[in-house]
């Protein structure tokens, strides 16, 4: 079966950090540009990131620059979101999504991608 696996969630103060991961499951990442998005409850799902195939390209939504960073390790199958600074605007369910290849990569649309994963929690709460 052919998933994204998202982890590494939880329940943060503001100002906190976490990392979150994305495993590709049943095929390998390396083939598509991986995006993250998020969504908080009652809001359309909204794109925070991009990075190209290769790594050598990255976006970032205007709400999150800075403060987030994302990386992949293509031998390890896994991309990254290195979630900094965190406010309490940023609680919402974070998704992994894999999608077509584009360089420079750009923040597309959900409906663009092809593979998603369950999603992980992100509660910033003080």
């Known amino acids: 079966q052919l998933q994204l696996v998202e982890s590494g969630g939880g329940l943060v103060q503001p100002g906190g950090s976490l990392r979150l991961s994305c495993a590709g499951s049943?095929?390998?990442?390396?083939?598509?540009?991986i995006g993250w998005f998020r969504q908080a409850p009652g809001k359309e799902r909204e794109g925070v990131s991009c990075i190209s195939r290769s790594g050598g390209s990255t976006a970032y939504a205007g709400s999150v620059k800075g403060r987030f960073t994302i990386s992949r390790d293509n031998a390890k199958n896994t991309v990254y979101l290195q979630i900094n600074s965190l406010k309490l605007e940023d609680t919402a369910v974070y998704y992994c999504?894999?999608?077509?290849?584009?360089?420079?990569?750009?923040?597309?649309?959900?409906?663009?991608?092809?593979?998603w994963g369950q999603g992980t929690q992100v509660t910033v709460s003080s």
């Open positions: 999504a894999a999608g077509p290849v584009a360089y420079p990569c750009y923040i597309n649309q959900p409906d663009d991608n092809i593979y």
């Open positions: 049943g095929f390998t990442l390396d083939y598509y540009n």
